[in-house]
């Protein structure tokens, strides 16, 4: 076959001239999830190769904050004082992954979350047992466990006792995800693991539907990659595929698309053309950030109606989804001059107006008469009290704005701010990371994790930092264990 072939059409074994290689378990992708089911399949006994896109390994979660949802009482938990259990972790990761919530994965995750811990340990991944607990996107210096969700929530800490749950590798700011990757790679080279970087997958390839392993483009060349036992799809998610969040998620069409230059949706694409289901793909993260500093969740979110529309101490994902919910993605914050210094740290929300009175700031911004004014007198009332029957922000963020001048910051998308997005759709997978078809049937030989699975985040509105990271790594170990054990 000398031209390049479509993802969307597994390619018949009968077609290759000649095999270029191969190998028990043949995984596509070197993120978190292809590092982690790469290193669990070879534990398995499995001869496992590694294809890898790019000209080294990484994938989004080294781009990423590093933070994992790890709880049930670990070690980390314990030593910061905190107690957490098991039926807690999972009764909020249920309200969190929303309706399209796979029951067994979020089970399966919970139950296996100490073991997971000690696993990323024993591969070298170092935390430090030090918690930070102010408001911020991740933990602001090398602390290792913070909040990362909606665990304080209303609705939420009904059903479970709160625990902060986001565990992050000892790293500044930022770095967790390099730093993990780091780790995950040193691992995978103290290990026999092949990894062949600068190698495309194009397609896969089927024996009488079963899959025996991938045509890709290397040194120039097409090149079949065999796999005896399996190939795991771990290529990332299609955010950055403008066609493919057009057709299947087009609510994230306007916003700043993050995450690996080649989350293209490759993967998807090639389980697609293999037979599988893609599932949950109108759904993505989606956000929009008002904190660091904790003092913009005291302010109040309104629409274009001068309405209220979310509890404003919430976690950045569910204020996202709701600002973009609102008519005309308009969506704007009131504050006071207690509350504003200057612009929140990653929006740069711009001053839209500016008045001395509520009644003024409703006028000159354009609010119909009566509107904004009432929505504040209301919220006051009620706040003065340390109560908000509306939307039941925490105490902690809860008081009057009552000190002029009072503004009105711009957090409509259309404003020009910062709205990060990423997909949360993928192919349909059991627990162990087989591909199922549109019927349910497993596909022979095909396992897919991380964003190339509808794994355990499903819900922008219920996301918490920490889902991506913690489903890549576990799910993605699962996925290598089943494609190893498969003969």
């Given at each position: 076959?000398?031209?390049s072939p479509?993802?969307s059409?597994?390619i018949a074994?009968?077609?290759?001239?000649?095999?270029?290689?191969?190998t028990?378990?043949?995984?596509?992708?070197?993120g978190?999830a292809?590092?982690c089911?790469?290193?669990?399949?070879?534990?398995?006994?499995?001869e496992?190769?590694?294809?890898?896109?790019?000209?080294?390994?990484?994938g989004?979660?080294?781009l990423?904050?590093?933070?994992i949802?790890l709880?049930g009482?670990t070690p980390?938990?314990?030593a910061?004082?905190?107690?957490?259990?098991?039926?807690?972790?999972?009764?909020y990761i249920?309200?969190a992954?929303?309706?399209?919530a796979?029951?067994?994965?979020?089970?399966?995750y919970?139950?296996?979350?100490?073991?997971?811990?000690d696993?990323?340990?024993?591969?070298?991944?170092?935390f430090n047992?030090?918690?930070y607990?102010?408001?911020h996107t991740?933990?602001?210096?090398y602390?290792?466990l913070?909040?990362?969700?909606?665990e304080?929530?209303?609705?939420?800490?009904?059903?479970?006792?709160?625990?902060p749950?986001?565990?992050?590798?000892?790293?500044?700011?930022?770095d967790?995800?390099?730093?993990?990757?780091?780790t995950?790679?040193?691992?995978?080279?103290?290990?026999?693991?092949?990894?062949?970087t600068?190698?495309?997958?194009?397609?896969l390839?089927?024996?009488?539907?079963?899959?025996?392993?991938a045509?890709c483009r290397q040194?120039?060349?097409?090149?079949?990659?065999?796999?005896?036992?399996?190939?795991?799809?771990?290529?990332?998610?299609f955010?950055?595929?403008?066609?493919?969040?057009?057709?299947y998620?087009?609510?994230?069409?306007?916003?700043?698309?993050i995450?690996?230059?080649?989350?293209?949706?490759?993967?998807?694409?090639m389980?697609?053309?293999?037979?599988g289901?893609?599932?949950?793909?109108?759904?993505?993260?989606?956000?929009?950030?008002?904190?660091?500093a904790?003092?913009f969740?005291?302010g109040?979110?309104v629409?274009?109606q001068?309405?209220?529309?979310?509890?404003?101490?919430?976690?950045?994902?569910?204020?996202?989804?709701?600002c973009?919910?609102?008519?005309g993605?308009k969506?704007?914050?009131?504050?006071?001059?207690?509350?504003?210094?200057?612009?929140?740290?990653?929006a740069?929300?711009?001053?839209?107006?500016?008045?001395?009175s509520f009644?003024?700031l409703e006028?000159?911004a354009g609010f119909?008469?009566?509107?904004?004014?009432?929505?504040?007198?209301?919220?006051?009332?009620?706040?003065?009290?340390?109560?908000?029957?509306l939307?039941h922000?925490?105490?902690?963020?809860?008081?009057?704005?009552?000190?002029?001048p009072?503004?009105?910051l711009?957090?409509?998308i259309?404003s020009?701010?910062?709205?990060?997005?990423?997909t949360?759709?993928g192919?349909?997978?059991?627990v162990?990371?087989?591909?199922?078809?549109?019927?349910?049937?497993?596909?022979p030989?095909l396992?897919?994790?991380?964003?190339?699975a509808?794994?355990?985040?499903?819900s922008?509105?219920g996301?918490?930092?920490?889902?991506?990271?913690?489903?890549a790594?576990?799910?993605?170990?699962?996925?290598?264990?089943?494609?190893?054990?498969?003969?």
């Amino acid at each position: 076959m000398s031209r390049s072939p479509d993802a969307s059409i597994a390619i018949a074994a009968h077609d290759i001239a000649a095999w270029h290689t191969h190998t028990d378990v043949l995984v596509i992708g070197y993120g978190g999830a292809g590092a982690c089911a790469a290193l669990e399949a070879a534990a398995c006994g499995a001869e496992v190769t590694v294809l890898e896109v790019a000209s080294d390994g990484g994938g989004t979660t080294a781009l990423s904050g590093g933070q994992i949802y790890l709880g049930g009482g670990t070690p980390i938990q314990n030593a910061c004082g905190f107690s957490d259990t098991r039926a807690d972790m999972e009764a909020y990761i249920r309200i969190a992954a929303g309706a399209n919530a796979d029951a067994d994965k979020i089970s399966a995750y919970c139950e296996g979350s100490l073991e997971h811990f000690d696993w990323l340990v024993n591969q070298g991944v170092v935390f430090n047992p030090e918690y930070y607990g102010g408001k911020h996107t991740n933990t602001p210096e090398y602390q290792s466990l913070t909040w990362s969700g909606n665990e304080k929530g209303f609705r939420e800490s009904q059903a479970a006792k709160p625990a902060p749950r986001a565990h992050k590798p000892k790293a500044f700011w930022e770095d967790g995800g390099a730093t993990l990757m780091a780790t995950l790679k040193a691992a995978v080279a103290r290990s026999p693991i092949r990894v062949e970087t600068d190698t495309r997958a194009l397609a896969l390839i089927h024996d009488n539907g079963r899959i025996v392993g991938a045509l890709c483009r290397q040194d120039g060349e097409l090149r079949a990659f065999g796999a005896r036992r399996g190939v795991v799809l771990c290529a990332g998610g299609f955010v950055m595929n403008r066609e493919m969040v057009a057709k299947y998620a087009p609510r994230l069409q306007d916003a700043t698309p993050i995450g690996n230059p080649n989350d293209t949706g490759g993967g998807i694409l090639m389980g697609i053309g293999a037979g599988g289901a893609a599932i949950n793909m109108s759904e993505g993260f989606v956000s929009v950030i008002w904190y660091p500093a904790g003092a913009f969740c005291e302010g109040v979110f309104v629409n274009e109606q001068g309405q209220r529309f979310v509890n404003e101490d919430c976690y950045h994902a569910r204020g996202g989804h709701h600002c973009l919910n609102q008519s005309g993605r308009k969506a704007y914050m009131v504050v006071d001059s207690t509350i504003f210094t200057e612009p929140p740290l990653y929006a740069a929300a711009q001053v839209k107006e500016v008045g001395e009175s509520f009644e003024e700031l409703e006028r000159d911004a354009g609010f119909p008469e009566g509107t904004l004014a009432a929505t504040m007198a209301t919220y006051n009332r009620f706040a003065a009290r340390g109560e908000d029957p509306l939307f039941h922000k925490h105490r902690d963020f809860l008081r009057p704005l009552d000190k002029p001048p009072y503004a009105l910051l711009d957090f409509s998308i259309d404003s020009g701010i910062y709205y990060p997005s990423f997909t949360l759709g993928g192919l349909d997978t059991t627990v162990d990371g087989e591909v199922r078809r549109p019927s349910g049937a497993v596909i022979p030989g095909l396992y897919a994790a991380g964003r190339n699975a509808a794994g355990l985040p499903r819900s922008g509105e219920g996301y918490a930092s920490g889902f991506s990271v913690g489903d890549a790594t576990f799910f993605g170990r699962r996925a290598g264990r089943t494609a190893a054990r498969n003969s």
